[in-house]
């Protein structure tokens, strides 16, 4: 079983930043892809991006590339959601999930979910 604990959300105007972290427990990290999500008011939860076990790939949706950098420390058993120029639309539950690596060529549902943190972003 792997525990995530998401921290970091908060109220930020637009234009600033936000540093979301997800700490795991239970479980080493480094045999999972890791992802955020989020789930803005009256709305389905959404991908955001993610990150392999060994950082080498990343992805990101389209509304939040090259705003946002997701990364991790295997090392501490954390990921990061470095939020930048952020928007009112970016507003939110942000959600850390993990997925089983099983290579590139495997998808595997996320079944590690964190409780989620709070992003408001006012104009």
């Known amino acids: 079983q792997v525990r995530l604990v998401e921290s970091g959300g908060g109220l930020v105007q637009t234009g600033g930043s936000l540093r979301l972290s997800c700490a795991a427990s239970?479980?080493?990290?480094?045999?999972?892809?890791l992802g955020w999500f989020r789930r803005a008011p009256g709305k389905e939860r959404a991908f955001v991006a993610s990150i392999t076990p060994s950082s080498g790939y990343t992805r990101y949706s389209d509304s939040v590339k090259g705003r946002f950098t997701i990364s991790r420390d295997n090392a501490k058993n954390t990921a990061f959601l470095q939020m930048n120029s952020l928007l009112p639309e970016d507003t939110g539950v942000y959600y850390c999930?993990?997925?089983?690596?099983?290579?590139?060529?495997?998808?595997?549902?996320?079944?590690?979910w964190g409780q989620g943190t709070q992003v408001t972003v006012s104009s």
């Open positions: 239970g479980r080493t990290l480094s045999s999972y892809k």
């Open positions: 999930a993990a997925a089983p690596w099983l290579g590139p060529t495997i998808n595997t549902d996320y079944n590690f």
